[in-house]
């Protein structure tokens, strides 16, 4: 009878296996491996009760109890379910004295494994060998104490013959059932977590675009991990066997080969930078290489890994390019003014720069304060608040420019940065850097003038007259002023040009604008707008159109007297005579070009009328 419980158990235990397999099977859809891994469970007490140990009729002893306690500690709630289902279903199926017994000891397993299995997860109940064996021990105790609900000569029977084998076995069994269990369920775990951090890193490889590849000491690729696109861009070989020398120039790998070796000689990192042709152009890369540590089919690899750097490499050569224009840019600036202040003003340092560009020498600037020496009247409080900030929060002032003043007292134009220095041990300075942009100023404002002023005759060109005319405008339509544009276009001027040329023409434009600023008034504008043709703008000719009509012609009829004035062009009199047209500028009831084609005709019905007159344009007669 000992022999036949042994072989029972150990036929039980062997398969149990096949739950470690179903699950692996059932990887991917777990709920279907409970289920299978239940139905195992069942069939496993199944066979047990087909080949029991009979005390006598109807009454059995199998290992379902080590069985199912197991399904309930390792399988969950599915699992023993549908074990003790069916074991419960097989026992009431075979009948007999022991049929209820044999139910209420399923139950009791299904029931103790699954409170181990809280037990476990709630209080982290260990599944160790003797924690096993003990739970085993008490849950045959039990199940013998079931036994006794059987008829009385039975139970004695059982007493006498199978409870101590049974008590001696069975618990040994559950605990090496237990423990075999246990580790299957710690190797799928394993392998869930080496199956994730796999997807992890096929992920991460697929997603960087660096291009990753286990090469051997020649070159030669082993394993791929990267995308395709990464890999060929990066020079490094696209497939298995591929070697670097089939990819890059003989020097480049041959440098990158040497680094493989030296990396598996020394075991420690290596990098280098390389370059690769590519139909796009050249691209610069940092190739990385790691000892694996390990060997691939037998031979000492490492994982080569190139990054792409052009980016950093083109932003480093900018970088430098710039470092180097500046020092150019320094070197080509005649000064650059180092002053050196406490935070009361007083002034502790003072370089050769600074006494050129501000006047001051060193001996009159060291101990005179700062608003004293540079600093305009208007700026003094501005100032003092900025310094004062700055040494009670060793914030510095924003750099920018400024208007400072010279020791004669004229303006002069500085970009200003300043420094916080705090010495410990020293009193706290602050430090200005001056560059003098004043050659800048004059040439923006050279550049303005040259953008809004005709060259020839210094007047305003058209683009400001445009200006002019559309704040006359804008002006009138709040006051109700009335102003007025008058075209002035010289008679004869192109026989001037082609008999005596252009050089005395533009003698003679320069004196027409003269003479025309002589006819107006401050607040009115003369401009050119291009060859002998020029525009006045009188502004504030009153409310009434008749008056300002009337001032209008007024003034041009002075312009007239003017430019009939005779000119001394050269060495020789000239006589010029001039056509004018008139038209009215009140409030945006027109826009910049009709007020201007309105004088343009107006002046042409002067020239019709006979020339060296003045012609008021009426918008009645269009």
């Known amino acids: 009878m000992f022999v036949e419980l042994v072989k029972g158990a150990a036929l039980l235990l062997a398969l149990c296996f096949l739950h470690g397999a179903n699950m692996r099977l059932w ?30 009729p109807g009454v059995i002893i199998d290992a379902r109890s080590v ?32 049929a209820l017994v044999g139910v209420l000891s399923i139950t009791t397993c299904v029931a103790a494994g699954l409170a181990y299995r809280y037990a476990r997860h ?123 020398h089939d990819m890059l120039p003989f020097g480049e790998a041959q440098r990158l080969v040497q680094l493989l070796q030296d990396t598996l000689a020394s075991g420690t990192p290596h990098k280098l930078e390389y370059t690769v042709y590519t139909p796009s152009g050249i691209r610069y890369f940092e190739g990385r290489v790691q000892s694996l540590g390990t060997q691939v089919n037998g031979q000492a690899a490492v994982l080569f890994l190139a990054r792409d750097i052009t980016e950093r490499w083109q932003a480093q050569q900018a970088l430098h390019e710039s470092e180097l224009r500046f020092r150019s840019l320094l070197l080509g600036i005649p000064s650059v003014s180092v002053q050196g202040y406490r935070a009361d003003g007083t002034t502790t340092y003072w370089n050769k720069a600074s006494e050129e560009l501000y006047g001051y020498t060193e001996q009159e600037a060291l101990g005179k304060n700062l608003l004293e020496l540079i600093i305009p009247e208007p700026m003094h409080e501005a100032v003092a608040t900025h310094v004062a900030h700055m040494f009670s929060s060793g914030e510095p002032i924003p750099a920018g420019e400024l208007r400072l003043k010279r020791k004669d007292g004229s303006p002069v134009d500085v970009f200003s940065s300043h420094a916080y220095v ?105 401009a050119r707008l291009g060859g002998d043709e020029f525009i006045v703008l009188l502004q504030s000719l009153g409310q009434d159109p008749a008056e300002a009509t009337s001032k209008a012609r007024t003034v041009g009829e002075s312009m007239l007297a003017a430019l009939r004035a005779p000119y001394e062009l050269g060495g020789q009199p000239y006589h010029c005579e001039a056509s004018i047209g008139v038209s009215l500028v009140s409030g ?35």
């Open 422 to 526: 705090n010495v410990p041990g020293q009193e706290p300075e602050m430090f200005c850097i001056d560059i003098d942009i004043s050659r800048r100023k004059a040439a923006e404002e050279e550049a303005r003038r040259l953008a809004l002023y005709d060259t020839l005759t210094q007047l305003p060109n058209r683009r400001l007259l445009t200006d002019r005319l559309e704040q006359v405008m804008a002006a009138s339509s709040r006051s109700g002023q009335i102003a007025a544009t008058l075209f002035v276009d010289l008679d004869h001027f192109k026989a001037l040009n082609d008999s005596r040329g252009h050089a005395v023409g533009d003698l003679l434009l320069r004196e027409v604008a003269l003479r025309l600023r002589a006819c107006v008034r401050e607040q009115d504008t003369v």
């Open 122 to 244: 709630r209080w982290r109940l260990g599944v160790g060998i003797w924690p096993l064996l003990v739970f085993g021990l008490l849950l045959h105790l039990a199940v013998v104490g079931l036994f006794q609900a059987l008829p009385a000569e039975v139970a004695a029977r059982i007493n006498e013959t199978v409870a101590v084998p049974y008590l001696m076995i069975f618990p040994v069994a559950t605990a090496l059932l237990g423990v075999l269990l246990r580790d299957v369920e710690q190797r799928q775990a394993t392998d869930l977590a080496l199956a994730g951090s796999a997807a992890r890193l096929r992920a991460i490889t697929q997603a960087i675009p660096d291009a990753l590849v286990v090469l051997d000491a020649q070159g030669r690729c082993m394993e791929l991990f990267s995308r395709d696109d990464g890999v060929h861009a990066a020079g490094a070989p696209q497939r298995v066997g591929q070697r670097m």
């Open 588 to 622: 945006h009831s027109q826009t910049v070009d009709e007020v201007l084609r309105q004088a343009d005709n107006a002046m042409y019905q002067a020239k019709t009328m006979g020339r060296n007159r003045l012609h008021v344009y009426l918008a009645d007669a269009g």
């Open 67 to 98: 069985v199912l306690c197991m399904a309930g500690l390792f399988g969950g709630t599915t699992v023993a379910l549908i074990a003790g289902v069916l074991s419960a279903g097989w026992r009431l199926w075979l009948g007999g004295a022991g």
């Open 27 to 56: 990887r991917r859809h777990p709920r279907v491996g409970k289920a299978f891994s239940g139905l195992i469970f069942g069939g496993i007490c199944i066979v047990g009760m087909l080949s029991p140990l009979t005390i006598s």
